[in-house]
C-alpha cells in the first residue's frame, strides 16, 4: 500500500478524531455487478459503522446517470464529503463543479475521471490498471513462451479498469510476435454477460480447440466463461488456460480446481484509506498526492492454496 495512506491517521489527529463521530458522508457506487463490487460496499459500509461516520449510500445500478442525481442530492443535504467509484471516466466536470462551489470535499476511489482540473477533487485512491493488464499478460507470456491466440472479454466500455487493463496487456502481448488477441469483446463485468459471450466466441471459433487462453478484466466475468468453456467439452485451465483481475474468493476455488490459471489481485478494502483522506482533509491537511495507488499481489494455482486458507480464517 502508498506510505501516504499508511501516515493518513496519524496526519488527522489534528482534529478528525472529533470530526469522525459527527461526519456524515455520501457514496456513490457502480452498482453490484461482481462479487468484488458487493465485497466492496460491504466494505465501506462496515468501516462507516466502524468510526461513527453517517453513510449515505447510493447504487447506481451501473447508470452515470443514477450516480451524477446521488451526488446532486448529496450536496443537497449538505453532507460533509463524497464519495465516488465512477462508472465511466468521461462526464463529471459539472457536477464535480457543484460539489466544489458547495465546498464539499470529493474522494475518487477504483475507477477514475477524466477532467483537466484535478482541484476538483482531493484524491485518487485506486490499484493501477495498466499494471494489472501488464502481470496478467507477463504470466500468460512466461507460461506459453509468448505463443498464443487469446480471447478478451472487456469490462465495460468507456471505464477506466477496462482502458487500463486493455493498455497493459496489449503493451505485454505487442512484444511477443506469436501471440494476438484473436477475439475481442465486453461482457460488462459479469458473470451472466462472461457466459454468454464466451458460448458465442466458442461458436465462432469452431468450438474453440485452436484457442490458447481466456483473458478476462475480472474475475465474475472469467468464471462464467468457465461455464461455457465447460459445456463445449473443454476443460478450462488446461485446454483454455484462463487469466483474469481481482482475486476475489470464488476464484480461488476455480484456482484451487485447476479451472483458472492466474487472478491479479485488487483490494476491495478502500473504505478505510478514502475516510482517512476525508478526516484528514476536514482536520486542516491539504497537501495529498493525487492517486494513492494500491498494489496486488498475482494469484496461482501455486500459491492459491495459502492464500485462501488464510481468508477463510478470517
Not at 9 to 16: D, M, P, R
Not at 42 to 67: H, P, T
Request: hydrophobic residues 45%; proline residues 3%; aromatic residues 6%.
Amino acid at each position: 500500500m502508498n506510505k501516504t495512506l499508511m501516515g493518513l491517521a496519524l496526519a488527522s489527529l489534528l482534529g478528525a478524531s472529533q470530526l469522525a463521530s459527527a461526519l456524515t458522508v455520501g457514496f456513490s457506487q457502480v452498482g453490484s455487478e461482481s462479487g468484488w463490487r458487493t465485497t466492496f460496499s460491504e466494505s465501506v459500509k462496515a468501516e462507516a459503522e466502524k468510526r461513527g461516520i453517517d453513510l449515505k449510500f447510493s447504487d447506481a445500478q451501473q447508470k452515470q446517470e443514477n450516480q451524477i442525481k446521488a451526488i446532486r442530492s448529496f450536496i443537497a443535504q449538505s453532507v460533509d464529503a463524497i464519495v465516488v467509484a465512477p462508472v465511466v471516466e468521461t462526464g463529471w466536470r459539472p457536477v464535480l463543479m457543484e460539489a466544489r462551489r458547495a465546498r464539499i470535499p470529493v474522494v475518487i476511489v477504483d475507477r477514475n475521471v477524466a477532467v483537466t482540473d484535478d482541484r476538483l477533487y482531493i484524491t485518487r485512491i485506486a490499484p493501477d490498471f495498466v499494471d494489472e493488464g501488464r502481470k496478467a499478460a507477463q504470466w500468460l507470456m512466461e507460461a506459453t513462451d509468448g505463443r498464443c491466440d487469446i480471447v478478451e472479454l472487456q469490462g465495460t466500455v468507456g471505464s477506466s479498469a477496462a482502458i487500463g487493463r486493455m493498455e497493459g496487456f496489449n503493451e505485454v502481448i505487442g512484444k511477443h510476435p506469436e501471440a494476438s488477441i484473436v477475439r475481442s469483446q465486453t461482457a460488462e463485468f459479469t458473470r451472466a454477460k462472461g457466459k454468454e459471450v464466451m458460448e458465442s466466441i466458442l461458436k465462432a471459433e469452431g468450438g474453440g480447440k485452436a484457442l490458447c487462453a481466456l483473458w478476462a478484466h475480472n474475475d465474475e466475468m472469467a468464471l462464467g466463461a468457465i461455464q461455457a468453456i465447460k459445456e463445449a467439452g473443454l476443460k478450462p485451465g488446461e485446454d483454455i488456460l484462463v487469466v483474469s483481475v481481482d482475486a476475489v474468493d470464488d476464484i480461488f476455488t476455480a484456482l484451487l480446481d485447476g479451472e483458472v490459471n492466474a487472478s491479479v489481485e485488487m483490494s476491495p478494502h478502500l473504505g478505510g484509506p478514502a475516510f482517512d483522506v476525508i478526516e484528514a482533509y476536514l482536520g486542516g491537511k491539504r497537501d495529498f498526492e493525487k492517486w494513492m495507488v494500491m498494489d496486488g499481489r498475482v494469484f496461482t494455482q501455486e500459491n492459491a492454496k495459502a492464500e485462501y486458507e488464510k481468508r477463510q480464517a478470517n
